[in-house]
């Protein structure tokens, strides 16, 4: 039988779900249907669209167990991260968006507040909602109002240091405020660090991996969900209590523990939350789940449990449907190594995030030479100007909007130091489909005020590998590399070479100089062929290095009548804005406009249809540049672009 098969004759009790009161009438057998009738569904719908698979199939029956205790939206569910918030979706009366997931018009892959009344948080990042339910418990507190706080966070959040700072505050204020840590030993990948050995120490029990294993054992007797088999659990899990528990380490910081318990027995959770809101302060509560539970073709991915395919998959053997392509990350981690081959000085540092930005390939080379710390960026910047101060070369790849919650250890950590350290930024720009807390458009302008640091933007794949290698080359001072996702575009060669800066098209006349960043060199070359019909002549650079700016761009500009400047970050501080400052200063006043992302919270769509609304399509610009071009020759010339049309003549 087909999942969909599955979905369309088992669906009687999720099709009267319209929210959390639905859930509270059910009884335990009624929630074990339920359970398995949530898997079917999410799995039919996420195989479609892409989007987070394992980190939802573990949290099901721990999700319900919630909605069931709590009375949400008055009690405040908060998710870290929020990409296992699929089944809170589905429970609060979502389950028709799910047919466009992701997608233009559909539900957010992560909690979103115009969405529901019970989405709270909405920004992805990992390790903060314990920071927001501190300051939750405290207001309520502070109010005389009697509302539970409770916080979902995993046990790959915990790697974070702000979990830690939380809950120290926490246990401090004393206010009523429920932790549930969902214990999979996974964030993208196994979870690293210290507190995950202490916590693989229930997961390595021999009772309760025998629990586990009978609950697997019996699941795989269906192609995909089987049914959940209550009695069983109930029969083999009489003494999960005394298994071993890492509960001193949190009583020593003054908040009480419950658990372990198994976070794929209902009732047992419920147990476990109900003693927790009861107690009137802090407690944590310690589920112990598995990531991609209940499908086989996620439970038989050691990588990341099918953590979050990128596009359609198919529901048999868990691959994606579309062709495999050569991706930014694929050349990137490929050249990394073949650095890596010829410098014994160059290693990898990445937070929990190895697969997703290419260090694995790095790592299954010389896994001596790869440190995975955990979600915990600004630790893997100043591990790296350690490094870096012990005579290697760290690699430090990131996510570009993960790279945002490490500014300060970038700039004094590392710049101030003059140390050589490479930050790689994987999604650069906008990304689509995951949303505004994970677009990668600040970094140009964030980081671009950084002392002595340089930015690359790669237009292809062998820009990539020239200026990763130009990168690690640096030996006074950080340097970072950042590039888009998806497929890389075929190679453009650039017709010569000033300075840094490639020119990728002349023409006969001088009207445009038109600055293409970073990937949309290819942009570039469209819109000069669209103006040229227009009868005015556009040059086409890609600076590569954007920061700081080439003082060969700048004389470049000289020689146009107009400087145009696109790129994929947002406009404010921009290289747009950081190459009109350096013209200013060197008394060039040729005038520059600057497209690129305004500054906002844009939503979820594909890049293509979000690249559109804003106005950086070919035609779009193409459009702009003739507009403001074609004004120019109204204008009166003044004279000193006269005399710098002589000088050039």
Same mark, same amino acid.
């Given at each position: 039988?087909?999942?969909?098969?599955?979905?369309?004759?088992?669906?009687?009790?999720? $099709?009267?779900?319209?929210?959390?009161?639905? !859930?509270?009438?059910?009884?335990?057998?009624?929630?074990?249907?339920?359970?398995?009738?949530?898997? #079917?569904?999410?799995?039919?719908?996420?195989?479609?669209?892409?989007?987070?698979? $394992?980190?939802?199939?573990?949290?099901?029956?721990?999700?319900?167990?919630?909605?069931?205790?709590?009375?949400?939206?008055?009690?405040?569910?908060?998710?870290?991260?929020?990409?296992?918030?699929?089944?809170?979706?589905?429970?609060?009366?979502?389950?028709?968006?799910?047919?466009?997931?992701?997608?233009?018009?559909? *539900?957010?892959?992560? /909690?979103?507040?115009?969405?529901?009344?019970?989405?709270?948080?909405?920004?992805?990042?990992?390790?903060?909602?314990?920071?927001?339910?501190?300051?939750?418990?405290?207001?309520?507190?502070?109010?005389?109002?009697?509302?539970?706080?409770?916080?979902?966070?995993?046990?790959?959040?915990?790697?974070?240091?702000?979990?830690?700072?939380?809950?120290?505050?926490?246990?401090?204020? $004393?206010? /009523?405020?429920?932790?549930?840590?969902?214990?999979?030993?996974?964030?993208?990948?196994?979870?690293?660090?210290?507190?995950?050995?202490?916590?693989?120490?229930?997961?390595?029990?021999?009772?309760?991996?025998?629990?586990?294993?009978?609950?697997?054992?019996?699941?795989?007797?269906?192609?995909?969900?089987?049914?959940?088999?209550?009695?069983?659990?109930?029969?083999?899990?009489?003494?999960?209590?005394?298994?071993?528990? /890492?509960?001193?380490?949190?009583?020593?910081?003054?908040?009480?523990?419950?658990?372990? !318990?198994?976070?794929?027995?209902?009732?047992?959770?419920?147990?476990?939350?109900?003693?927790?809101?009861?107690?009137?302060?802090?407690?944590? !509560?310690?589920?112990?789940?598995?990531?991609?539970?209940?499908?086989?073709?996620?439970?038989?991915?050691?990588?990341?449990?099918?953590?979050?395919?990128?596009?359609?998959?198919?529901?048999?053997?868990?691959?994606?449907?579309?062709?495999?392509?050569?991706?930014?990350?694929?050349?990137?981690?490929?050249?990394?190594?073949?650095?890596? #081959?010829?410098?014994?000085?160059?290693?990898?540092?990445?937070?929990?995030?190895?697969?997703?930005?290419?260090?694995?390939?790095?790592?299954?080379?010389?896994?001596?030479?790869?440190?995975?710390?955990?979600?915990?960026?600004?630790?893997?910047?100043?591990?790296?100007?350690?490094?870096?101060?012990?005579?290697?070369?760290?690699?430090?790849?990131?996510?570009?909007?993960? *790279?945002? =919650?490490?500014?300060?250890?970038?700039?004094?950590?590392?710049?101030?130091?003059?140390?050589?350290?490479?930050?790689?930024?994987?999604?650069?720009?906008?990304?689509?489909?995951?949303?505004?807390?994970?677009?990668?458009?600040?970094?140009?302008?964030?980081?671009?005020?950084? /002392?002595?640091?340089?930015?690359?933007?790669?237009?292809?794949?062998?820009?990539?590998?020239?200026?990763?290698?130009?990168?690690?080359?640096?030996?006074?001072?950080?340097?970072?590399?950042?590039?888009?996702?998806?497929?890389?575009?075929?190679?453009?060669?650039?017709?010569?070479?000033?300075?840094?800066?490639?020119?990728?098209?002349?023409?006969?006349?001088?009207?445009?100089? *038109?600055?293409?960043?970073?990937?949309?060199?290819?942009?570039?070359?469209?819109?000069?062929? =669209?103006?040229?019909?227009?009868?005015?002549? &556009?040059?086409?650079?890609?600076?590569?290095?954007?920061?700081? !700016?080439?003082?060969?761009?700048?004389?470049?500009?000289?020689?146009?009548?107009?400087?145009?400047?696109?790129?994929?970050?947002?406009?404010?501080?921009?290289?747009?804005?950081?190459?009109?400052?350096?013209?200013?200063?060197?008394?060039?006043?040729?005038?520059?406009?600057?497209?690129?992302?305004?500054?906002?919270?844009?939503?979820?769509?594909?890049?293509?249809?979000?690249?559109?609304?804003?106005?950086?399509?070919?035609?779009? &610009?193409?459009?702009?540049?003739?507009?403001?071009?074609?004004?120019?020759?109204?204008?009166?010339?003044?004279?000193?672009?006269?005399?710098?049309?002589?000088?050039?003549?």
């Amino acid at each position: 039988m087909s999942v969909e098969e599955g979905t369309a004759n088992h669906g009687r009790l999720l $099709g009267s779900v319209r929210g959390p009161q639905d !859930v509270k009438r059910m009884t335990a057998e009624q929630l074990d249907i339920l359970a398995a009738e949530i898997r #079917d569904f999410l799995i039919a719908k996420v195989s479609r669209t892409g989007g987070h698979v $394992g980190p939802n199939l573990g949290v099901v029956e721990l999700t319900l167990a919630m909605h069931r205790v709590f009375d949400s939206p008055r009690d405040r569910l908060l998710f870290d991260t929020g990409h296992q918030a699929y089944v809170h979706k589905i429970i609060t009366g979502r389950q028709e968006g799910f047919d466009k997931l992701r997608q233009r018009g559909g *539900l957010s892959g992560y /909690p979103n507040q115009a969405e529901s009344e019970h989405d709270l948080v909405e920004n992805s990042h990992a390790s903060t909602a314990l920071s927001y339910a501190d300051g939750l418990a405290k207001a309520y507190a502070l109010r005389g109002e009697k509302r539970a706080v409770v916080a979902v966070v995993g046990d790959g959040a915990l790697t974070g240091g702000m979990c830690w700072e939380a809950l120290n505050n926490i246990a401090t204020a $004393g206010n /009523p405020l429920v932790i549930v840590v969902n214990d999979n030993g996974r964030s993208y990948s196994p979870t690293i660090g210290g507190l995950a050995d202490h916590l693989s120490s229930l997961r390595l029990n021999p009772g309760y991996e025998k629990v586990l294993d009978t609950v697997k054992d019996a699941l795989g007797n269906t192609p995909f969900v089987g049914k959940p088999m209550y009695e069983v659990l109930h029969a083999v899990k009489k003494g999960i209590k005394d298994a071993v528990a /890492p509960q001193a380490m949190f009583e020593d910081l003054g908040i009480k523990y419950v658990g372990p !318990v198994d976070g794929h027995d209902v009732p047992a959770v419920e147990t476990a939350l109900r003693a927790a809101k009861n107690f009137g302060g802090p407690v944590i !509560v310690h589920a112990v789940t598995r990531k991609g539970y209940g499908y086989r073709a996620a439970e038989e991915d050691e990588a990341d449990r099918l953590h979050g395919p990128g596009g359609a998959f198919d529901i048999e053997t868990g691959k994606l449907l579309a062709a495999p392509s050569v991706k930014w990350t694929h050349v990137f981690a490929d050249e990394l190594v073949t650095i890596a #081959d010829e410098r014994p000085d160059v290693v990898g540092i990445t937070a929990a995030m190895a697969e997703p930005t290419g260090i694995a390939t790095l790592a299954r080379k010389y896994p001596e030479r790869v440190y995975d710390v955990g979600i915990a960026e600004q630790h893997a910047a100043t591990s790296a100007a350690g490094l870096a101060m012990g005579g290697l070369h760290p690699v430090v790849a990131v996510y570009a909007t993960f *790279l945002n =919650r490490a500014f300060d250890q970038v700039l004094l950590d590392v710049a101030m130091h003059r140390l050589p350290v490479t930050f790689v930024l994987d999604r650069a720009g906008i990304t689509g489909p995951d949303g505004p807390s994970h677009y990668g458009i600040w970094d140009m302008s964030v980081f671009g005020v950084v /002392p002595g640091l340089r930015i690359a933007a790669p237009r292809d794949s062998a820009t990539l590998r020239e200026e990763l290698r130009e990168a690690v080359a640096v030996d006074d001072g950080p340097t970072i590399l950042r590039f888009p996702t998806g497929t890389v575009a075929a190679d453009l060669p650039a017709l010569r070479r000033v300075g840094p800066v490639d020119v990728l098209a002349e023409s006969a006349r001088t009207d445009v100089l *038109l600055v293409a960043v970073g990937s949309f060199a290819g942009l570039g070359m469209e819109v000069a062929t =669209r103006v040229a019909e227009q009868g005015y002549g &556009v040059t086409v650079v890609d600076p590569r290095w954007v920061r700081p !700016v080439p003082a060969e761009l700048v004389e470049l500009a000289a020689g146009h009548r107009l400087v145009v400047t696109v790129e994929d970050g947002v406009r404010v501080g921009g290289v747009g804005s950081a190459l009109a400052q350096a013209m200013r200063d060197a008394d060039v006043r040729v005038p520059v406009k600057d497209l690129g992302v305004p500054a906002g919270w844009h939503p979820h769509g594909t890049r293509a249809q979000i690249l559109a609304d804003l106005g950086l399509t070919a035609q779009d &610009v193409a459009r702009d540049v003739t507009g403001w071009i074609s004004g120019l020759d109204a204008q009166p010339v003044e004279p000193h672009q006269a005399d710098q049309a002589a000088a050039k003549n």
